[in-house]
């Protein structure tokens, strides 16, 4: 009998098939690690999509209100109807949209499972945030409108191109500022910025007033980076006074993330 036909009687030995298996457990240790960074970078891109669609219907939103933006909350008579996502909602058609899968709490709702909102609004998860810089808003100085973010519109931004409109977090609040402590440690007590791409918090999908969007370190968007002296957050953090107040604590964000590299 020949040495295929012996073979194919007596099949594999145990010492054949132990390297079969180490070979197998090799490709795949080499493998796996490929396969997760590619997943990763389809949600990163899927995600990164999602604050580009923001970024659109911002800019439709505001072309119908005379080039004004969307406020934080709609506030009724008897609790919030609503934040800027129901807001953008009749513009984009679908409330999925703001759910980020790389996100940690991505099934987790927001503030709107919360009491005082309307009970008849629709729930929406966390994910994004919306930026909205009370700070350039046309209201009078110090007015309630002035802090509540009335009167944002597209003619007070200087630098569109570098001027933050969404972000990508994980806390419960509809809106984020840099006025809100950099944390690191997503938890019950610390659930803040980033959305853990690549597992890292100190970079982000960022949208701007113009409506690009792109992945972006948070360092960057501290630094001084317009003409002006201003950043990405729309201040100059060597000249933190409006209207006569000083407003040096909207520099937390960037303060705090400083302090993690210490």
Known sequence: MSERANRATRGFTLIELLVVIAIIAILAAILFPVFAQARESARLISCLSNTKQFGTAARMYSQDY???LMIRRNQGPNGVLGSWKHLLQPYIKNLQIFKCPSNPAGNTLDESAEPWYDPTVPKVVRSYFYYNAFFKSSAGVGTGDWWSGFKYAEAGFDYPANSILFGEHKDIWADYGPWMAYDPNWGPAGANWGAKHRGTDRAANLTFMDGHA????????????????????????SNMVFGGMDLSWIDTFCTTLRATDR
Do not use: I, L, Q
């Open 214 to 237: 792109k992945w972006t370190n948070f360092e960057a968007t501290c630094a001084p980076s317009n003409p002006d002296g201003t950043n990405m957050w729309m201040y100059n953090p």
């Open 66 to 68: 005379d080039e004004t």
